[in-house]
């Protein structure tokens, strides 16, 4: 009986999330079973990537190795560096492989940075901290990427590749794009994305642009990982929302108390929302935008600057049920 109990609560929660993101995600979800994973084969090691990066210019026309592969791990990474490591130490780092290329199209040199993280959360973190909705995408790659000036960004798996030049010159971005490519070939495409992005409710034309901080909530004085995001509401207003993993429930709850006492203040008192989460609540301000929080056993999300309470209170909901699944599916 109690199994039986458990299964049904189970497809109560897909069946209530699919339909909410039917009705606010619009046309981009897709429909139908998701497709097969890709067949897995391993991780490249350190050598192997030492190797990858050596042997790059055979697939590039025009293109030399000039320096490395040199491989630094966390300790020796400062002095390659300097003062941007902790860019990267902030997040969990295991090792990057470095090398420098020439170009018959160009007098510059281009760099081309293999960090492997600690997992891909971590990588993911890395990649994201620079993205902003004004970043430009890279479309040719089957992976994340994004431009911005003469450095292009890539998440794949567990690894964050970085490739730059001194300055913007056009003529080196074909190339930059075939180094990049030729190396995430030796890199396998995860079968699904870190938990803490599963959990985004609606993952289609909506989202502007999603940032990872490693025990950091932007915006709060609370320490937990947080996963930012930019909407996009039916109404085509912005707005952000901040999802955040807590070691415990007893700390989600310190930090949930915390969070909504910084929103409401003392002039915008909260107003609880019945039946969203394990607590939700939501705050209007005097410029009419709408601030909601939730929390899910040891999971918080808030809802910042959004001009529609329906959205908000979606968004909430659809986070709540993904949380629950997610706990259940994994214990």
Known sequence: MKRRWYAHNLACLLL?????????????VAAGPEAAPP????????????????????????CSLLAGP??????????????RVNDLLNYEHSWTIRAEYAVATSEQTITLDVHRMGSDLEAFGVFSRRRTDIAKAAPAFSTSTYWLGSHLHVWRGPFYIHTHAASDDTALRPPMQQLTE??????????????????????SRQICWAQYRRGQVPGFEVAADAVTVSYADSANAQCRFVLVRCADTASASHAY?????????????????PETADRAAVVQSGHDEIAALMQQDNFIAAVLD????????????MTAANVRVYLLMEK
């Not at 030729?182 to 993952?203: E, T």
């Not at 108390?257 to 929302?273: R, Y």
């Open 16 to 28: 209530f999330s699919w339909a909410a993101a039917v009705v606010y995600a619009g046309p981009d």
């Open 39 to 62: 067949p897995e084969f391993p991780l490249p090691d350190a050598q192997q990537m030492t190797a990858v990066l050596a042997g790059l210019p055979e697939q590039v026309e025009g």
């Open 70 to 83: 040199q491989a630094f791990d966390s300790e020796a990474l400062a002095q390659y560096l300097g003062d």
């Open 182 to 203: 030729a190396a995430i070939a030796s890199i396998p495409v995860p079968s699904r994305l870190p938990a803490m992005l599963r959990l985004l409710p609606i993952r």
């Open 257 to 273: 108390d915390k969070m909504l006492l910084q929103l409401s203040g003392d002039t915008h008192p909260a107003e609880p929302i």
């Open 306 to 317: 959004s001009q529609e309470r329906r959205f908000a209170e979606a968004l909430l909901r």
